[in-house]
């Protein structure tokens, strides 16, 4: 089945700068490329998603691109703000769900240094 | 319009007890999925749901765990003989449909812990 290996675990980083977190997945079928949010006590938001037929996908200050080559992908976010503040975990599918589910990294955890 | 929603937020229960879990997926999605997220863990994909039917059972833990759906809404996951390694939020997340690449929305979970 699919793994996804998602780097750095924690990431520090000052209000204001630039913040990037990488995923590498195993399966190259996989063709949904999602990106979730979480704070403390609540669940899983995506904030961000890629299908395999696009290189790279902006929102404001959070870019993700793919490298279907390399089966990697990576999440970009500029200008932090401490709201940014919180677990990024990425995930990757086949079909966006159905019988295989996503498949998650394990997370990073963005700190945001005033 | 209303999120997933499931209940309940918190429950501790003791070893070898039962517990259900409940959701309420976003109303007219048809697919709903379960997962399971242990501490300083990713997100464990336990099973899915079309409509009412589950095709495939196998990412379940253990014969301990089943679920089901009724009326293409609502979810209860069932936890029987608890045990400690059981203890992880549980969060369930619905969908439009399963045909395509489709955003799953997260509902908020249930922290179980097993004593």
């Known amino acids: 089945g699919e793994n996804v290996e998602q780097h750095p675990s924690t990431l520090s980083v000052q209000e204001g700068d630039s913040a990037v977190i990488k995923c590498t997945y195993s399966?190259?079928?996989?063709?949904?490329f999602p990106w979730y949010k979480q704070e403390l006590g609540k669940g899983p938001q995506l904030i961000i998603d890629?299908?395999?037929?696009?290189g790279e996908k902006k929102d404001q200050r959070i870019a993700v691109t793919l490298n279907k080559t390399a089966k990697h992908f990576s999440l970009h976010i500029t200008e932090t703000q401490p709201e940014d503040s919180a677990v990024y975990f990425c995930?990757?599918?086949?079909f966006g769900g159905g019988a295989d589910g996503l498949t998650f990294g394990k997370g990073t955890h963005l700190i945001i240094q005033p | 319009g209303a999120g997933v929603s499931q209940s309940p937020s918190n429950k501790v229960t003791e070893k070898g007890k039962d517990v259900e879990l409940r959701c309420d997926p976003i109303?007219?999605?048809?697919?709903l999925y379960w997962y399971r997220q242990s501490l300083g863990q990713g997100l464990e994909f336990l099973i899915y749901?079309?409509?009412?039917?589950?095709?495939?059972k196998s990412g379940l833990p253990s014969d301990r765990f089943s679920a089901e759906r009724t009326g293409g809404s609502v979810s209860t996951l069932t936890i029987q003989r608890t045990q400690q390694e059981d203890s992880a939020v549980y969060l369930c997340?619905?969908?439009?449909?399963?045909?395509?690449?489709?955003?799953?929305?997260f509902g908020p979970g249930t922290r179980l812990l097993v004593l």
């Open positions: 399966d190259s079928a996989s063709n949904y």
């Open positions: 109303s007219g999605h048809t697919a």
């Open positions: 890629i299908r395999s037929n696009v």
């Open positions: 997340a619905s969908s439009l449909d399963f045909t395509g690449q489709e955003t799953q929305y």
């Open positions: 995930a990757a599918s086949i």
């Open positions: 749901f079309q409509g009412n039917s589950a095709p495939d």
